[in-house]
């Protein structure tokens, strides 16, 4: 297990959110969505940004969350009950570790760090969705199972005709998604 301190992004620290947005455009993890500079210093003013470094400071690893919003609601409806789309509920938007880094707890630790500032704050939902099948698989799934999520609902194609760029698939996302699901 690779030992890590879990930070907060703040959006104004642009060193910061270049090496982010490097590491998510990377093409190792190639989430390209999230690799333009502009669009995560957006989402980490309207949202959360850990980020997980070694002694040497580098990122290892980022998950970015916050409350559900307007966007959410769009992409989860028909797929989750609306009573779980409130405000109440913090989405789990992305996650991203290195290549050199996975399975040695840095996913695991971002997640943790997430839900424990999260839930410090009164809020004890969490939503997310892990990409599997189709072109590639997500080895957040057994991460969530272990840290109390649970499969609320499996959608074939889930991320076809979104804005997602899987690092998978070349062209339209094939891959499936597993919606899920920690309350407390």
Not at 5 to 29: E, F
Not at 162 to 167: A, G, K, L, V
């Amino acid at each position: 297990m690779t030992d890590v301190t879990i930070k907060i992004i703040h959006h104004g620290d642009s060193t910061r959110i270049q090496q982010a947005t490097d590491l998510y455009k990377s093409k190792s993890v190639g989430k390209l969505h999230l690799g333009q500079f502009p669009v995560l210093e957006v989402h980490a003013r309207e949202n959360v940004l850990f980020g997980a470094t070694n002694d040497d400071g580098e990122l290892r690893g980022v998950l970015l969350a916050g409350a559900v919003d307007i966007q959410t609601r769009k992409d989860y409806e028909g797929y989750v009950s609306p009573s779980v789309l409130t405000p109440r509920t913090i989405e789990i938007l992305d996650t991203a570790v290195l290549p050199a880094y996975r399975r040695q707890g840095v996913g695991t630790a971002l997640v943790q760090a997430a839900i424990e500032l999260y839930e410090k704050n009164g809020f004890h939902r969490f939503l997310t969705a892990s990409r599997f099948g189709g072109c590639g698989s997500d080895s957040s799934f057994g991460l969530l199972l272990r840290l109390g999520f649970e499969v609320l609902r499996e959608v074939q194609e889930y991320y076809r005709g979104s804005s997602f760029q899987c690092p998978d698939c070349e062209g339209t996302c094939l891959c499936s998604g597993y919606l899920m699901l920690r309350e407390e």
